[in-house]
T-cell receptor, first 110, second 114 residues
């Protein structure tokens, strides 16, 4: 059965304190792994898509990496505006059913 | 482009009532989907559609119906609301068959069933 697990559930950071979020997955073939950001009361907002192991993508203070079993979202020198819930999702190779993890809630304090 | 729009934003129902959550997109996307989001459980797929006239069940389809008569619209119907359906509902769309294409989400509908 396809499964996506995100850790930690919550993360509290001081402004400037870099850290990483983990998304581990079990799928029978991967068509794509997606990272989203979600602010309270809003819909998820797309950040990155990764397709194959070894791939990396960057956007401002965020960098996503992918291996055969997990993905990391690195937050470098975070600012308070990076506070959000970060969601990971996978799209298995065999069908159209996306699978989301439960998310990591990140709070960055000044 | 408005992107993905959802109505209503908030809704309160009594047990047993029926209602339709509306979803529309103006990006000419073939793939549309409905999710529910509950605390600690992430987003769970209810139903999805790979094109007009084609729908399929997701992870948690019971109690919900969908149809796709046009590319733009993908309504979600609750036939007889139950308290367990209290949740936040998100509609999403993407291009192609939803494989490697990004899903774009609507703002959500917060539903409370008393």
């Amino acid at each position: 059965e396809d499964q996506v697990t995100q850790s930690p559930e919550a993360l509290r950071l001081q402004e400037g304190e870099s850290s990483s979020l983990n998304c581990s997955y079990t799928v029978s073939g991967l068509r794509g792994l997606f990272w989203y950001r979600q602010d309270p009361g809003k819909g998820p907002e797309f950040l990155f898509t990764l397709y194959s192991a070894g791939e990396e993508k960057e956007k401002e203070r965020l960098k996503a990496t992918l291996t055969k079993k997990e993905s990391f979202l690195h937050i470098t020198a975070p600012k308070p505006e990076d506070s959000a819930t970060y969601l990971c999702a996978v799209h298995p190779a065999r069908g159209g059913k996306f699978q989301f993890g439960a998310g990591t809630q990140v709070v960055v304090t000044p | 482009n408005a992107g993905v729009t959802q109505t209503p934003k908030f809704q309160v129902l009594k047990t047993g009532q029926s209602m339709t959550l509306q979803c529309a997109q103006d990006m000419n996307h073939e793939y549309m989907s409905w999710y529910r989001q509950d605390p600690g459980m992430g987003l769970r797929l209810i139903h999805y559609s790979v094109g007009a006239g084609i729908t399929d069940q997701g992870e948690v389809p019971n109690g919900y119906n969908v149809s796709r008569s046009t590319t733009e619209d993908f309504p979600l119907r609750l036939l007889s609301a139950a308290p367990s359906q209290t949740s936040v509902y998100f509609c999403a769309s993407s291009n192609g068959q939803g494989g490697t294409d990004t899903q774009y989400f609507g703002p959500g509908t917060r539903l409370t069933v008393l």
